[in-house]
């Protein structure tokens, strides 16, 4: 099993940042990468970023490519969306999931992802 806990949601204006968090705890080593996924108030989730846990790899959405940038901290056990230049249409609750599956094949797909954290509310004010 392995658990996953977001911080860093908020209320911003167009324009600004912020920079969310996905803490993991219990069988990490199982993780082949982490993404993160948003989804907005009658919407499917979709995919914005991913990134593997143990050797090089990052992908980013279009829509993202440029403003948001993943990283990692394996010593903490914890991913980071660092998003810029953020937009309304960012506003979304983003959540982080892990997956034991290749993140380079199936990173779009949320059913690949096993597990998820509880997800963090981001605003962007117009």
């Known amino acids: 099993q392995v658990q996953l806990v977001e911080s860093g949601g908020g209320l911003v204006q167009a324009g600004g940042s912020l920079t969310l968090s996905c803490g993991a705890s219990?069988?990490?080593?199982?993780?082949?990468?982490v993404g993160w996924f948003r989804q907005a108030p009658g919407k499917e989730r979709h995919f914005v970023a991913a990134?593997?846990?143990?050797?090089?790899?990052?992908y980013y959405a279009d829509s993202v490519k440029g403003r948001f940038t993943i990283s990692r901290d394996n010593a903490k056990n914890t991913v980071y969306l660092q998003m810029n230049s953020l937009q309304p249409d960012d506003t979304a609750v983003y959540y982080c999931?892990?997956?034991?599956?290749?993140?380079?094949?199936?990173?779009?797909?949320?059913?690949?992802?096993?597990?998820w954290g509880q997800g963090t509310q981001v605003t962007v004010s117009s």
């Open positions: 990134i593997r846990w143990t050797i090089p790899g990052t």
């Open positions: 219990g069988r990490t080593a199982s993780m082949d990468g």
């Open positions: 999931g892990a997956t034991k599956y290749s993140i380079a094949d199936h990173r779009l797909d949320h059913r690949f992802y096993d597990y």
